[in-house]
């Protein structure tokens, strides 16, 4: 149980272009998701808390308008890069827990290559 | 302020030798406890986590870890390693009341050697 899936897996675009990274929890509701980026041999950096039906709430120094969070159900939540440029190439892992757990569960992540 | 402080980058162990992981937080509210693992280009992995209850926490693949409230550690131990526990592994801690937000320690790379 409790499993999380992220789409695409890996992702190829061209600067300038928007990307979106789906984040589905498969078996549970998620009431809560969490968006992190990890740089090569880094740990993960939380981008944004979202939850369900809410907006997301974005840690310092994430900017809001290039990186869109809709968390729009219980199972679904989504990332959107806006105008992406090179430096925004990057692992995205995406986590989802329920209303009074505090045991995150993660998804496989999306490798972002901007070109 | 939280943190978690993982002291070791890297740590060479060869296989079927023990291995220690270590882990330390600072907290002024209680916490909870997680190790994951990371193998290449893909999610986090759950080893083991501790909630409440016996500071002696045993996880999957062998692992097990001690929380030590008045060292403020919790460091992640394997008796003989495999080559196959060769990946990055992180120690992450929650707070007991607020946002379910982890802090995650920088991560150290476990490679196991033949």
């Known amino acids: 149980g409790a499993v999380v899936s992220q789409h695409p897996s890996r992702v190829i675009c061209k600067s300038g272009t928007s990307v979106k990274i789906e984040c589905r929890s498969l078996d549970f509701q998620a009431t809560t998701m969490f968006w992190y980026r990890q740089f090569p041999k880094q740990s993960l950096m939380l981008m944004a808390t979202?939850?369900?039906?809410?907006?997301?709430?974005?840690e310092q120094g994430v900017e809001k308008d290039k990186f869109l969070i809709n968390h729009a159900s219980l199972t679904l939540s989504t990332l959107t890069v806006t105008s992406a440029h090179p430096e925004d190439s990057s692992f995205y892992i995406c986590s989802a827990t329920t209303t009074d757990a505090y045991e995150q569960y993660f998804g496989p992540g999306t490798r972002l290559t901007v070109t | 302020a939280q943190s978690v402080t993982q002291l070791d980058s890297q740590v060479p162990v060869f296989e079927e030798a023990p291995v220690e992981l270590r882990c330390n937080y600072s907290s002024s509210v209680s916490v909870y406890l997680f190790w994951y693992v990371q193998y290449p280009n893909q999610g986090l992995q759950l080893l083991l986590k501790?909630?409440?209850?016996?500071?002696l926490v045993k996880g999957i693949n062998g692992f097990e870890a001690e929380f030590n409230k008045s060292q403020t550690s919790f460091h992640l131990r394997k008796p003989s390693v495999h080559i196959s526990d060769t990946a990055e592994y992180f120690c992450?801690?929650?707070?007991?009341?607020?946002?379910?937000?982890?802090?995650f320690g920088t991560g150290t790379r476990l490679k196991v050697l033949a």
């Open positions: 979202s939850n369900e039906g809410s907006k997301a709430t974005y």
């Open positions: 501790y909630l409440s209850g016996s500071t």
């Open positions: 992450a801690v929650t707070f007991t009341s607020g946002t379910y937000k982890y802090i």
